[in-house]
């Protein structure tokens, strides 16, 4: 029913109707309703701690009187850890992450107190703040029906039925709402870490895949740049090699080679953080390949572990092949778009950095950030439906994904690399890019992860093992294939 037939209803009774019951019945229906509509249409308040931006808010009322308040991550609503008492519960939105030393503090069980009191207490403050404007809504909604039924019924005066309608409705949200979660703003203030308030997902924490394999040097996970997408396989490839795309001519083989280690690859085409890393990935022919992450922790004497992660989970070749046939690629449909899976991306980029941080063994840590493919020149692409326009606009979004990239590794203390392809880009003479009539445009040739390895290679130069922070007891993993150029 909308507002406006209730306040007809409420007219047609005021004709009809006398004595005491009819003000009570109408004071009690017009503060239900004013509360409910104030509940929906009061907008969230913004707070803002160390690098993230989330909305505070409330819940619809609830039949159960304790109970999960609502958290909103990035449009995926779950209930939060933390039970508050009353009807009417928080509900949280977290719209913007960035990966700061100030938000690893934060976010991290080892953050410090003063940055942990930030989150808190502006959590509490947006509670409280968002109920000031809630009872003013309130009384807003309960005005209009309280004059219609005082000018109909011409008694009391109109003064006197508002201030009366009024009362009741503070009386009740500030008393009935307030009161039975009075509890809120300290359970709010409780909350010193996003795991805190949010739990754990259970696919951060990979399960045990197989035996210790200590024979390994450098371990390499991530998506189909690592794994060597495109180029030849081994002569004998395992079924999940070739469903991974590994190749012997990926980066991990080279690094294998100049330093005559056991280089583990199992990175893996397509996978993302959450369908590959974290978590197992299923694969186009029904087969699943293990969390990659396990596996690098069952390296027990692992040195390094290098990481290339990203371009899947934002979709980047579903939007440079939308790019090319579409007349414009910085349109606000897919630049919103692009926006969300970044903040997604960002979220889950800071588990898989913290899981990597608590590695027992302690590895060095290089994350790759993407190579740029285009060039001066992409004369070669004009055929299909490449311009200068649209790779202004794509190296703009690779250009966010590398600052996320970057910006989250240094946080960390693991080291950063952004590999060069200067002079051997795209519709170039001498290419370090697979081109569009190669098995995997876009992604690098032989040469490309020559060039890989060797700006990994030195960047491992200067690493040290990653800081300790509360390592967990070893997993086990499958066991490990060596990875040799020859």
């Not at 080279?254 to 280089?263: C, F, G, I, Q, R």
């Not at 085409?269 to 299923?282: D, E, F, H, R, W």
């Not at 022919?285 to 990481?307: F, M, R, S």
């Not at 590895?363 to 490449?386: D, Q, R």
């Amino acid at each position: 029913m909308s507002w406006g037939i209730a306040i007809s209803a409420l007219v047609s009774i005021a004709r009809r109707s006398r004595g005491p019951v009819f003000y009570v019945l109408t004071f009690l229906i017009v503060t239900a309703a004013a509360i409910w509509l104030a509940l929906r249409v009061t907008p969230m308040q913004t707070v803002s701690a160390a690098g993230q931006t989330a909305q505070v808010g409330a819940t619809l009322p609830n039949a159960s009187l304790r109970g999960p308040g609502e958290l909103d991550l990035f449009g995926q609503v779950i209930p939060t850890k933390p039970q508050f008492s009353g009807p009417i519960r928080p509900r949280l939105s977290l719209e913007h992450i960035s990966i700061d030393p100030g938000v690893v503090q934060m976010l991290r069980s080892d953050g410090t107190h003063g940055v942990e009191l930030t989150l808190s207490q502006q959590l509490a403050a947006g509670w409280e703040r968002y109920f000031v404007w809630e009872t003013l809504v309130a009384v807003a909604f309960a005005v209009v029906p309280l004059i219609a039924i005082a000018a109909v019924r011409r008694r009391p005066a109109i003064w006197k039925l508002l201030s009366a309608g009024v009362a009741v409705v503070c009386a009740v949200n500030v008393g009935g709402i307030l009161l039975t979660a009075a509890s809120t703003p300290q359970t709010l203030r409780s909350v010193r870490t996003l795991d805190d308030l949010a739990g754990v997902d259970p696919l951060a924490v990979p399960q045990p895949a197989g035996k210790p394999e200590p024979g390994v040097q450098a371990v390499v996970i991530g998506d189909s740049t690592a794994s060597g997408y495109g180029l030849p396989w081994d002569p004998n490839p395992t079924p999940l090699d070739k469903e991974c795309g590994r190749s012997p001519d990926a980066y991990a083989n080279d690094l294998a080679a100049a330093n005559n280690w056991n280089v583990l690859n199992v990175a893996c085409g397509s996978a993302t953080i959450k369908n590959g890393l974290l978590g197992p990935q299923v694969l186009s022919d029904g087969e699943v390949a293990p969390p990659q992450l396990p596996e690098a922790e069952a390296a027990t004497h692992a040195k390094a572990i290098i990481v290339s992660v990203g371009a899947d989970d934002l979709q980047w070749g579903v939007m440079t092949r939308l790019c090319a046939a579409t007349a414009v690629c910085n349109d606000k449909v897919s630049s919103a778009y692009f926006s969300q899976l970044l903040g997604n991306f960002t979220r889950s980029y800071y588990e898989l950095l913290s899981d990597l941080a608590r590695l027992p063994q302690h590895p060095a840590v290089l994350v790759n950030e993407y190579y740029s493919p285009f060039g001066a020149s992409i004369g070669c692409l004009g055929s299909y439906g490449m311009t200068q326009a649209k790779e202004k606009a794509l190296l703009s979004r690779l250009g966010s994904l590398n600052a996320v990239l970057a910006q989250g590794a240094k946080s960390f203390g693991f080291g950063v690399v952004a590999p060069r392809f200067t002079g051997h880009k795209l519709c170039s003479t001498d290419p370090y890019v697979q081109g569009p009539g190669d098995p995997a445009p876009m992604h690098p040739n032989a040469a490309g992860d020559l060039a890989i390895a060797l700006a990994d290679e030195q960047a491992l130069s200067g690493l040290t093992p990653s800081p300790v922070a509360h390592p967990a007891p070893p997993r086990s993993a499958p066991p490990t294939r060596q990875s040799t150029l020859r």
